[in-house]
């Protein structure tokens, strides 16, 4: 059974270019989300397996959408996603409870490597 990943960015080109990278390696996308409020709100009635979730979003960022997500389920899954020059926040996610940060633009073979370690 393929696994199911919540893709999380404000732009719709990041979400569908990591829908693509995803779909190609045989992952299923479940939902979508364009901001942190509505990611932690698709993560509880989807439960997927795993979320990539960008740091800079509006309404609710990145950060504050991992520390969510983790209230709800302390095991959650969360990749996070950033632009070159957000190393402070990635360490912050991080210590948010995400389990590996990809760096934009995205690498195929980063974003799956980062997504087979997740998931173990």
Same mark, same amino acid.
Do not use: W
């Given at each position: 059974?393929?696994?199911? !990943?919540?893709?999380?960015?404000?732009?719709?080109?990041?979400?569908?270019? #990591? =829908?693509? #990278?995803?779909?190609?390696?045989?992952?299923?996308?479940?939902? %979508?989300?364009?901001?942190?409020?509505?990611?932690?709100?698709?993560?509880? %009635?989807? $439960?997927?397996?795993?979320?990539?979730?960008? !740091?800079?979003?509006?309404?609710?960022?990145?950060?504050?959408?991992?520390?969510? #997500? =983790?209230?709800?389920?302390?095991?959650? $899954?969360?990749?996070?996603?950033?632009?070159?020059?957000? &190393?402070?926040?990635?360490? %912050?996610?991080? &210590?948010?409870?995400?389990?590996?940060? #990809?760096? =934009?633009?995205? &690498?195929?073979?980063?974003?799956? &490597?980062? !997504?087979?370690?997740?998931?173990?």
């Amino acid at each position: 059974m393929a696994r199911r !990943i919540l893709v999380v960015d404000d732009a719709a080109f990041m979400r569908m270019m #990591i =829908k693509d #990278i995803l779909t190609k390696h045989g992952y299923e996308v479940v939902g %979508e989300a364009e901001n942190g409020q509505k990611a932690v709100q698709l993560y509880k %009635e989807l $439960k997927p397996d795993l979320v990539t979730m960008d !740091i800079t979003m509006p309404e609710m960022d990145g950060i504050a959408a991992v520390r969510e #997500i =983790k209230k709800l389920d302390s095991g959650a $899954k969360v990749i996070m996603c950033s632009a070159m020059g957000q &190393q402070m926040m990635v360490m %912050e996610a991080i &210590q948010a409870g995400a389990r590996d940060f #990809i760096v =934009k633009p995205f &690498q195929q073979e980063r974003v799956i &490597q980062a !997504i087979e370690k997740a998931l173990g």
